[in-house]
């Protein structure tokens, strides 16, 4: 874990309480040794990333750095649309520490994505225990008359590991990427050869806005380029002949509509509804 290499960043010189809170993150490479058996796809795995972090604080910050941690799970999990719970760890038979420290210690969350399986991911822990351990002796100078004093350590992890993160979204979603997140955004389909050179002069205007767009120039019909594409779940699949080209339009087809379509567009219309469909996520 990222624990001691985030207590050797906050002493590895003096600090002072105008610092705290301190918050240090990092998204850490981590590796677990799983027994070959206990391994599944992108959930479990020997190596894996972590969104750690740490808030180093005064014991009097604890509420409003909870509470801000808090927050930002809720709007995080609120833009994947999950759901979750919350539940309070306890105090287990062998432990570190005395029994008023245990009285503040854990609180864990379990997301739930659209199949109703929970899987444990958020965490807040709160540590007085490695901040007082002898390798780190952590301390700060207070205010009163320059006494050194032992910060509070919050753990926290939104997304825990991303691997596991993406497996779960991947059921969530049951593969039909929420436009903003996929990976296959656009797909521009041309009636005949006679259209390529529009089909890209398409696909690099919408380019610019920074969504990702494809180009199909196969020699297959169109109608089988359209089936290709909602079977790969493109969110939009564009479609352009003599009609589009000559107007500076495109026909539209939207997945997330019951691959209805959505009728011949202006380009920069178009643009507009995909930066709406953005916004509406943030």
Not at 169 to 198: D, M, N
Request: neutral net charge; contains cysteine; charged residues 30%.
């Amino acid at each position: 874990m990222n624990c001691p290499g985030h207590c050797e960043v906050f002493r590895h010189r003096p600090r002072s309480y105008r610092e705290l809170p301190l918050r240090i993150a990092e998204f850490g490479v981590l590796h677990r040794n799983e027994a070959i058996g206990a391994l599944d796809d992108l959930t479990r795995l020997r190596r894996f990333v972590q969104d750690d972090a740490h808030i180093f604080c005064r014991e009097s910050q604890l509420k409003d750095e909870l509470k801000g941690v808090l927050d930002f799970i809720k709007y995080t999990y609120d833009i994947f649309g999950l759901s979750f719970e919350v539940e309070l760890s306890t105090r287990p038979e062998s432990y570190h520490g005395g029994r008023a420290t245990w009285d503040k210690a854990e609180i864990d969350f379990g997301v739930c994505n659209a199949l109703k399986k929970k899987f444990q991911r958020a965490t807040i822990q709160l540590d007085f225990q490695l901040p007082d351990q002898a390798q780190f002796d952590l301390h700060y100078t207070s205010d009163k008359q320059g006494k050194g004093e032992k910060p509070v350590m919050i753990h926290r992890a939104v997304f825990g590991s991303f691997e596991r993160f993406i497996g779960i979204l991947l059921e969530h979603y049951k593969g039909k990427w929420p436009f903003w997140l996929s990976p296959r955004q656009i797909i521009v389909c041309s009636v005949t050869q006679e259209f390529e050179a529009y089909a890209f002069q398409v696909q690099e205007r919408i380019r610019r806005d920074g969504y990702h767009v494809d180009v199909d120039i196969s020699d297959r019909s169109v109608s089988k380029k359209i089936r290709e594409a909602q079977v790969a779940q493109y969110n939009y699949v564009l479609v352009v002949g003599d009609k589009e080209a000559k107007s500076d339009q495109v026909s539209v087809r939207a997945r997330d509509k019951q691959d209805e379509l959505m009728g011949v567009m202006s380009i920069d219309d178009l643009r507009r509804e995909l930066k709406n469909k953005v916004e509406a996520f943030h």
